[in-house]
Structure formats: C-alpha cells, structure tokens
C-alpha cells in the first residue's frame, strides 16, 4: 500500500469508507479553521481591550493632574469588577447589579479607576450563546476589558440608561 499513489488508495476504497474519509477531512478542516480564526478574534479583541486599558490609564493621570481624585479605594474597585463579572456570567445579564456598581462612582477617575482594576477578565460563557462552537472550546470567554463586556452583555437601550447615570454626574465617559 505504501508503494501505491493516495489517489490510488482512495479509488479503491469501498464507497462507505469513501465517505468515512471525506466526512473526517471535513471535520479535521472545519476545527482547523475554526480553532485559527477563534484565536484571531481572542488576539484582536485582547488588543483592543489593552489599548482601552493604556488609554484609561493616561487619562487618569491627567485627572490626577488636574485634582480630581478617585474617591473608591482599590478593595471597593476590586468587588465593582467582581461583581460586574458575576453579573455578566452564564445565560442572562443582571443589569441591575451592573447598574448599583455605577451608582458607586462620584467622577471621571473613579470610571477611569475601575476601567484599570478590571484590566481583562474572563467571564463564563452561556452554553446556549449564538455561537455553541464557543462554549465547545472554553467554558470562559477570551479576557475582555469592561467595556467589551458591557457592550456584550448590554443592549443600546440599556449602555444608554449607563451612560445617561454617568452624564448626570458630570462623568463624560462612555461605554
């Protein structure tokens, strides 16, 4: 068999086992490319969640310059970020929970603070999401920054209530 062409292998299968091969190729190829382009989209939403978390960064520190302190400690941020991560994991989003974090914040740095602490972070991933060949791979989600969370798990009307919170006390950060 070693001497004989693929090709030639191939066509003198039975037809069953014609299709036993093929049926696996397929596979084999459609895992391949899945698996190359879910690592695409992890490494360009990493990269842009990085570049939200170096702009906030900054930002801060012009806050800082300028005297506007944060006014949440590191422990408050911490359990803000673990909390919105809880609300946010598995089916279903509970907005009021992301809401009452929001309620925390008194000014610009203290978003601008909470965007840092939440750095990137993993949220478990709904077994029954859009796309099932997610949740195949990993039962979590590629680390994400907090406003690719928010824009996940909200819709325009529910970013817009926060944002409208975060207007009325002078915070023009948008998420």
């Known amino acids: ?3 004989k062409g693929l090709m030639k292998v191939y066509t003198e299968l039975p037809s069953w086992a014609k ?3 093929v049926v696996g190729g397929l596979t084999v190829t459609y ?6 382009l879910r690592k695409l989209k992890e490494s360009k939403i990493k990269k842009e969640s990085l570049s939200e978390i170096n702009a906030s960064s900054s930002e801060l520190q012009d806050e800082i310059n300028k005297g ?3 006014t949440l400690s590191k422990t408050t941020l911490e359990a803000m970020a673990n909390a919105i991560v809880q609300a946010s994991n598995d ?3 509970n907005e009021k929970q992301i809401y ?3 309620d925390k914040v008194t000014n610009q740095a203290d978003v601008l603070s909470l965007v840092q602490t939440f750095g990137l972070r993993k949220k478990v991933r709904c077994p029954f999401s859009d796309d099932p060949r997610e949740s195949f791979f990993s039962a979590d989600t590629p680390p994400m920054s907090l406003s690719t969370m928010l824009n996940g798990e909200l819709d325009t009307t529910e970013l817009q209530t926060l944002n409208n919170k975060l207007a009325s006390k002078g915070i023009n950060y948008k998420f």
């Open 68 to 70: 506007k302190r944060p």
């Open 1 to 3: 068999m070693a001497d």
């Open 100 to 102: 009452a974090q929001f």
């Open 19 to 21: 299709g036993v091969v």
């Open 91 to 93: 089916c279903g989003t």
């Open 31 to 36: 895992f391949a490319v899945t698996s190359i």
